[in-house]
């Protein structure tokens, strides 16, 4: 009876693709809530900055009437 060859299967260039395609995917999955968080991040502080713009002005136009 023959058994297949572990190693060989291993180093077989379809496992070994899958395996570095998977790595590849889960890097990118980590990439992109990275960004999705650095996105977020910009936009409250974009929202915080266009508040402070906006209370700057208000009491601009206060002490003007």
């Given at each position: 009876?023959?058994?297949?060859?572990?190693?060989?299967?291993?180093?077989?260039?379809?496992?070994?693709?899958?395996?570095?395609?998977?790595?590849?995917?889960?890097?990118?999955?980590?990439?992109?809530?990275?960004?999705?968080?650095?996105?977020a991040m910009t936009k409250t502080?974009?929202?915080?900055?266009k508040n402070k713009t906006l209370?700057?002005?208000?009491?601009?136009?206060?002490?003007?009437?």
């Open positions: 009876e023959r058994r297949p060859n572990i190693n060989a299967l291993w180093s077989s260039p379809v496992l070994r693709d899958k395996s570095h395609r998977q790595q590849r995917i889960s890097q990118l999955k980590h990439r992109q809530n990275e960004l999705k968080i650095e996105l502080f974009l929202l915080m900055d209370d700057y002005n208000d009491s601009f136009n206060s002490t003007l009437s």
